[in-house]
């Protein structure tokens, strides 16, 4: 057995502070994580199944399913397979409490000086409403809007799949040392520098094309239906609100998310670079057009992106990734690596 490995350890503190910040209001954060986890479990273990099954279908051809099977059935793999899936759940939850509770932290909202500092930086203009612009014709608009969401939940499930499957400790831990960096990191500044977004902040730029983002403006509705339920401090609080339904804009964790999948992929899994590539230039585009995101969240969920990848691939010494990428045969199968 490993010793604590840092994304158990970061987890579990950003749980304890968020929950004892809160207690004053609810107890809620600790009470709620075990249904939170019954509720997500299903979600990981269908990702880890998709990615174990897959890796054995391609290595059925490369010769190296056998080798891949005694890998996920050893002790250590099922052991840390556990704990990866459990901490998972727990930076989930973490997450989506911070972001929840992001008004009653930080009452103050910087939706106009976040507006007025990137109108400033491009002479004037603002860059989201140019952005915009440049992507509003119909067509254009309901692709976005009938993709966007689907596009990062799909993502998100073949993400989570690669990683959770792979036969490598290093990789897998790695990953989920970043991981855990990235959507821990950036809920924190949310909390830092709360905005709800231009949607909701500058609602009027977007109403005239609400026939074409049916399904964007009707989400948001409903994330400010929470969100108002949240600030509104009711006795009833508890029970009405979801957590997963939190708003916060500053930075986009979507496009971070696509950008640091794509840091990843980049020598791992040739077709991985190609989809996220793919991913990460439509969920770029989409959020500023729906209107979830300033075009300045957008580039702050990048430089997000490699904070939290840059430092793990140092401490675990993943540099040589072609080497590794090698000795993985990570073409979503392959034997194990150190």
């Known amino acids: 057995m490993h010793r604590p490995y840092f994304f158990e350890l970061f987890a579990l503190a950003n749980f304890f502070l968020i929950g004892v910040l809160l207690l004053p209001l609810t107890p809620a954060v600790f009470f709620s994580l075990p249904k939170f986890g019954m509720q997500l479990v299903g979600v990981f273990l269908a990702e880890l199944a998709t990615g174990i099954v897959v890796r054995l279908v391609v290595g059925w051809f490369d010769g190296s399913a056998r080798q891949y099977l005694a890998i996920i059935f050893s002790p250590a793999w099922l052991f840390d397979t556990a704990r990866l899936i459990i901490f998972a759940i727990v930076i989930t939850h973490t997450y989506s409490w911070i972001k929840l509770m992001v008004p009653i932290l930080h009452p103050h909202r910087f939706d106009h000086q976040l507006w007025n500092f990137e109108t400033n930086l491009f002479g004037g203009y603002s860059p989201t409403v140019l952005f915009f612009s440049l ?16 596009v990062f939940i799909l993502s998100m499930n073949i993400a989570y ?37 231009p949607a909701y902040r500058f609602h009027d730029l977007w109403r005239p094309y609400a026939a074409l983002l049916t399904q964007t403006q009707s989400t948001q509705k ?10 509104s401090r009711s006795p009833h609080v508890n029970r009405a609100v979801d957590v997963l339904l939190g708003i916060a804009a500053f930075p986009s964790l979507h496009v971070a998310f696509e950008t640091f999948v794509l840091l990843w992929m980049r020598r791992l899994w040739r077709y991985g670079e190609i989809i996220f590539g793919i991913c990460a230039v439509l969920i770029f585009i989409g959020s500023v057009v729906t209107g979830w995101h300033y075009l300045i969240d957008s580039v702050a969920g990048i430089a997000l992106a490699v904070v939290a990848y840059l430092p793990v691939v140092k401490a675990w010494r993943m540099g040589h990734w072609r080497a590794l990428s090698q000795a993985l045969s990570v073409r979503f199968a392959g034997v194990t690596g150190p």
């Open 135 to 150: 992507f509003s014709t119909a067509n254009v608009l309901r692709f976005v809007d009938t993709t966007y969401g689907p």
């Open 161 to 197: 799949a690669y990683f959770l499957s792979a036969p490598s400790r290093r990789l897998r831990i790695a990953f989920s040392d970043s991981n855990a960096l990235l959507w821990l990191i950036g809920a924190w500044i949310y909390v830092a520098i709360p905005t709800l977004g």
């Open 222 to 231: 409903h994330l400010l239906e929470n969100y108002q339920l949240v600030i």
